[in-house]
């Protein structure tokens, strides 16, 4: 064996016999190797004689039907690490995998399996793999569309839990009522500010407390103007509160430096919900009497569209047991019999109101405000309405 020191390592020859290109055996190429062609003169350990090496570029190329980790996954990739090739994508062949529904029927369009299987996931309806994940995705499609294009309805009605709170609230309406105006004064004021916070979440404006303010002062200029006046002079103190908060609403909106349609929808959703707050305060200009009937067939309405019934069968339970409210609360007052009349009429108003509010997949705290208060807020003028005419 040779003494002869041992200069480096010829490219593409190895002592062991390895297979060529191996990254994990590839050496790195030195600064200090001749470029030039050399020729191993000594002898090895190999018995068989070794031809002259050829050194050429020692930058290392990958070999065929191999690609580098790196580019097959972009930027993220690792350079130099070496992958298999994938397999291409195949169409999903329902005779080679059955799923856990049934065999495969090849007879059967698309990949579809006996007994109710369906493909593996990833596989279309017409049997092909999908393609790769894309960046861009699809454009986001809200709840309501979703529930219109799957033939469903986009309504959620407020559930059990605010119907409850729009009963107290009517209790507490219909009891405050008999006690005197001052005391009605105080759920009243709490129906305005309910009524004005729902209205604006209702429409998907949140927060907008410059608005809600705005309405709420509105309802509350009306309160006060009604207290003053008194009830005879309730259609001026009311309509001229409407007209003055329309009027100052518009200036505002006019003052805004925002696009032309974001101010028409602020301007409009502000109007309606400074109208709704400033009309509640019906209940406040309507004779006591008919507050306490109207009250009370709106809590009863409230809870009987509440129980579990088809909508059809829900409605007309909660008009019978507004009816029946008004009978027995009507008996307990100067009203009488009239009373059931007035409480089909204003069930009708809060049944409105709670529609309202159910629209287009609001959110829980629509529920819980809009749902709430509307059903109270629409019945106000029927209250005062048919309380003067049936007083």
């Given at each position: 064996m040779s003494n002869q020191p041992y200069e480096g390592r010829r490219e593409g020859y190895d002592p062991y016999q390895q297979p060529q290109g191996h990254p994990s055996q590839e050496p790195q190429q030195h600064a200090d190797w001749p470029q030039h062609t050399q020729q191993w003169e000594g002898r090895t350990w190999e018995t068989q004689a070794q031809a002259p090496v050829q050194e050429t570029d020692t930058s290392y190329l990958p070999p065929q039907g191999y690609q580098t980790y790196g580019e097959s996954q972009g930027n993220g990739g690792v350079a130099g690490a070496t992958l298999p090739p994938e397999a291409p994508a195949q169409p999903w062949n329902p005779?080679?995998?059955?799923?856990?529904?049934?065999?495969?029927?090849?007879?059967?369009?698309?990949?579809?399996?006996?007994?109710g299987g369906t493909p593996p996931e990833g596989v279309g309806e017409a049997g092909v793999a999908y393609g790769p994940a894309t960046v861009t995705g699809q454009s986001r499609i809200t709840d309501a569309q979703r529930a219109r294009a799957e033939g469903r309805s986009p309504i959620i009605e407020p559930g059990i839990q605010p119907a409850a709170l729009t009963a107290l609230l009517a209790l507490l309406?219909?009891?405050?009522?008999?006690?005197?105006?001052?005391?009605?004064?105080?759920?009243?004021?709490?129906?305005?500010?309910?009524?004005?916070?729902?209205?604006?979440?209702?429409?998907?404006?949140w927060p907008a407390r410059q608005g809600i303010a705005l309405a709420f002062l509105g309802a509350v200029t009306a309160d006060v103007a009604l207290l003053v006046a008194g009830r005879e002079n309730a259609p001026a103190a009311i309509l001229g509160t409407l007209g003055v908060w329309v009027l100052?609403?518009?200036?505002?909106?006019?003052?805004?430096?925002?696009?032309?349609?974001?101010?028409?929808?602020?301007?409009?959703?502000?109007?309606?919900?400074?109208?709704?707050?400033?009309?509640?305060?019906?209940?406040?200009?309507?004779?006591?009497?008919?507050?306490?009937?109207?009250?009370?067939?709106?809590?009863?309405?409230?809870?009987?569209?509440?129980?579990?019934?088809?909508?059809?069968?829900?409605?007309?339970?909660?008009?019978?047991?507004?009816?029946?409210?008004?009978?027995?609360?009507?008996g307990m007052t100067d009203l009488g019999e009239q009373g059931a009349f007035l409480g089909a009429c204003v069930g009708v108003c809060a049944l409105i109101g709670h529609r309202v509010a159910s629209y287009d997949y609001p959110s829980r705290f629509v529920h819980f405000t809009a749902g709430v208060a509307l059903p109270l807020a629409a019945a106000a003028p029927a209250v005062y309405l048919l309380g003067r005419a049936l007083g």
């Open positions: 005779d080679r995998a059955p799923a856990a529904g049934g065999p495969a029927d090849p007879s059967r369009p698309g990949g579809t399996l006996r007994d309406l219909s009891g405050t009522a008999a006690i005197g105006e001052y005391a009605l004064v105080v759920p009243l004021v709490l129906l305005q500010a309910v009524t004005a916070a729902g209205w604006f979440r209702l429409n998907g404006m100052l609403t518009l200036v505002l909106q006019l003052r805004s430096h925002a696009d032309p349609d974001t101010r028409m929808y602020g301007l409009m959703a502000t109007v309606v919900s400074a109208a709704l707050s400033i009309i509640a305060a019906g209940h406040l200009a309507a004779d006591p009497d008919a507050v306490t009937v109207g009250a009370a067939a709106v809590a009863a309405a409230i809870l009987a569209r509440a129980l579990p019934l088809p909508t059809a069968a829900s409605v007309g339970v909660a008009l019978l047991a507004a009816a029946g409210a008004g009978i027995a609360v009507g």
